[in-house]
């Protein structure tokens, strides 16, 4: 099984300020690498697909890179909508496996 | 408009079971693939069994294989997990997931609002 970890466990920002959130993948995801985003009591909404793809409909401060086994998401001016939990999800093998999430706080 | 609605969680006593369901509208329901993933609370997100469109295949995490089955019905747009020999560690929210294709590994790209399951004596 592929364990992905996220670090930081908490990221605190101001809005406006750059959040960069990673992802490192126990042996390689190539580029099969998702970011979803969860808000308190909602259903986790995709971000960014096979490492650099916008979903639709979601912003362009929203951008992710990397490819094997690092991962970053960014957001380049931090919303107030955008304080919620990141998740990254691999689907280069099965078990899919999510990482353990980096919360993103008002500071 | 894409929609999904799950039902059928509720509290149930350790090594009971019972049929989630998550009734799909708003696309062709047998082009794509599903998933359902879990959530217990307070913690992070796991993937539980997915299915393709034609239901064919089917995965599922090792925490569940042999005790959960995914089927669907697609002449009722219709995703169900059966769960059973229930343990205390199943209790989470289920979310039903659809996969952006066919592919039954795609990235889920529509979510369900969830079901909640309680395995309790």
């Known amino acids: 099984e592929i364990v992905l970890t996220q670090s930081p466990a908490t990221l605190s920002l101001s809005p406006g300020e750059r959040a960069t959130l990673s992802c490192r993948a126990s042996q390689s995801v190539t580029s099969y690498l998702a970011w979803y985003q969860q808000k308190p009591g909602q259903a986790p909404r995709l971000l960014i697909y096979?490492?650099?793809n916008r979903a639709t409909g979601i912003p362009a401060r929203f951008s992710g890179s990397g490819s094997g086994t690092d991962f970053t998401l960014t957001i380049s001016s931090l919303e107030p909508e955008d304080f919620a939990v990141y998740y990254c999800q691999q689907r280069n093998n099965w078990p899919l496996t999510f990482g353990g999430g980096t919360r993103v706080e008002i500071k | 408009e894409v929609q999904l609605l799950e039902s059928g969680g509720g509290l149930v006593q350790p090594g009971g079971s019972l049929r989630l369901s998550c009734a799909a509208s708003g696309f062709t329901f047998s082009s794509y693939a599903m998933s359902w993933v879990r959530q217990a609370p307070g913690k992070g997100l796991e993937w539980v069994s997915a299915i393709s469109g034609s239901g064919g295949s089917t995965y599922y995490a090792d925490s569940v294989k042999g005790r959960f089955t995914i089927s669907r019905d697609n002449s009722q747009n219709t995703l169900y997990l059966q769960v059973n020999s229930l343990r205390a560690e199943d209790t989470a929210v289920y979310y039903c997931?659809?996969?952006?294709?066919?592919?039954?590994?795609?990235?889920?790209?529509?979510w369900g609002q969830g079901t909640l399951v309680t395995v309790s004596s």
């Open positions: 096979d490492a650099s």
């Open positions: 997931a659809k996969s952006s294709s066919s592919v039954a590994h795609a990235p889920f790209d529509y």
